[in-house]
């Protein structure tokens, strides 16, 4: 099975919630995971032949949360091509704001150009549709940990 690192983003806890939930789903079909809140580039270096699960949040100007900012910023300047990097995304948003999962979309966008290879879809989840995302994350989780 897959060694699964979790990288979080989150403002007021939500992804973090997600996170603590998608943990024990991957666990139960085998997978070894482990969560990263603040994550360093050097813990995210350790997943570079593995997979990295993105769970984050957007700012209301479309920006990181500050738990996955700084690791974004070196995963762009310091990491350059992943080729061997499988990974996911969930985007938390409120698509009453412009750049509704902005900052999911971003993460996405640089590891496809650094070559990464994206397991299943980006999920984005829109706050004002679902007020508790794990009733959406959780069988995303279950079916991307299916797919690894």
């Known amino acids: 099975m897959a060694k699964i690192g979790i990288f979080v983003g989150t403002v007021y806890g939500n992804a973090l919630l997600v996170a603590e939930e998608a943990e024990p789903v991957l666990q139960a079909q085998g997978h070894e995971v482990k969560v990263?809140?603040?994550a360093t580039l050097a813990q995210w270096q350790n997943y570079s032949r593995d997979v990295a699960l993105i769970i984050t949040s957007t700012t209301g100007q479309g920006d990181f949360p500050d738990t996955i900012s700084a690791l974004f910023h070196d995963v762009k300047d310091k990491s350059g091509h992943q080729p061997d990097l499988r990974?996911?995304?969930?985007?938390?948003?409120d698509s009453s704001y412009e750049n509704f999962c902005g900052a999911g979309k971003t993460f996405d966008a640089?590891?496809?150009?650094?070559?990464?290879?994206?397991?299943?879809?980006?999920?984005?989840v829109d706050a004002t549709e679902?007020?508790?995302p794990?009733?959406?994350?959780s069988p995303w989780v279950e079916n991307w940990g299916q797919l690894l």
């Open 36 to 38: 990263f809140e603040d």
């Open 87 to 93: 990974y996911g995304v969930i985007a938390l948003g």
């Open 110 to 124: 640089l590891l496809q150009e650094q070559g990464a290879q994206r397991v299943g879809d980006v999920l984005l």
């Open 130 to 132: 679902n007020p508790e």
């Open 134 to 137: 794990e009733s959406v994350t």
